[in-house]
């Protein structure tokens, strides 16, 4: 079972998208764990973003995260990162393949709506990150023997 943080960034927060990215991830099969609706700090954001610091856009990423309102979201699954990447689309939006979010919301690198955990090991770096362990929440759906295998 893998986890991810998922970001409704601001301009999906601002285009009314918390229900579509939501709708899309419920929809896949995946299990929400733990969501918060955040103004994301100075500090946060550039603890989260770390790993771009130096590159030409990194100024403008963190202005985009801190500009307004996040949905701040971990969930889990067999597979999850993958899914969850998959369902987000490529990080360009006209690179994202038909029916993801990113391509199909998004025309722009810089506002590309979401962001989802990259492997296994940050994903769980990223929801102790964003989140308390209290405010994670173990359960299981009556349903999950259907969607997962193990
Ligand atoms: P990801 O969100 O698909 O994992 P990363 O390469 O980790 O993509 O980049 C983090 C975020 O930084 C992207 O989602 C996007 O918002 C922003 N970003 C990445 N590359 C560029 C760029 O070339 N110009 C502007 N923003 C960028
Ligand atoms: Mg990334």
Known sequence: MERSLVLVK???VQRG???EVISRLERRGLRLVAARFVQ???ELAETHYAIHKGKPFYDGLIKYITSAPVMAMAWEGPN???AIRQTMGATRPTEAA????RHDYALEVGRNLTHASDSGENGAKEVALWFKAEELVNWGRDVDRWIFEG
Do not use: E, H, T
């Open 10 to 12: 601001p301009d999906g």
């Open 40 to 42: 994301v700090s100075q």
């Open 80 to 82: 999850a990162i993958a």
């Open 17 to 19: 998208l918390i229900g």
């Open 98 to 101: 038909p029916g993801s979010i």
